[in-house]
Nanobody, 121 residues
């Protein structure tokens, strides 16, 4: 059974940092493109960041560029989202997703259950 499990969310003050983890089971994340998304109550889910299976390419939403970094540790079958200089508007449930094709802002086959990130002002 394929599972993606996010962890690392929590409450942080504005300007602080958090690192989210996306651990895979039932699939080898090193051969998947992995994306990060977030959703606030009453809003549509939005793309945050993505990393290609080869690690050659990354993509970031303009709203997080320069503050967030995604990376992977293949030995741990885990992808990370390092979030620095957090702002209250970054508050959301964050999801990771995987697809066995190219890096994408839209097309993902597997999704995690989400982890809450709350940034206080």
């Amino acid at each position: 059974q394929v599972q993606l499990v996010e962890s690392g969310g929590g409450l942080v003050q504005a300007g602080g940092s958090l690192r989210l983890s996306c651990a895979g089971s039932g699939l080898t994340l090193s051969i998947y493109a992995v994306g990060w998304f977030r959703q606030c109550p009453g809003k549509e889910r939005e793309f945050v960041a993505a990393i290609s299976w080869s690690d050659i390419s990354t993509d970031y939403a303009d709203s997080v560029k320069g503050r967030f970094t995604t990376s992977r540790d293949n030995a741990k079958n885990t992808v990370y989202l390092q979030m620095n200089s957090l702002k209250p508007e970054d508050t959301a449930v964050y999801y990771c997703a995987a697809n066995p094709r190219r890096l994408s802002r839209y097309e993902y086959d597997y999704w995690g259950q989400g982890t809450q990130v709350t940034v206080s002002s």
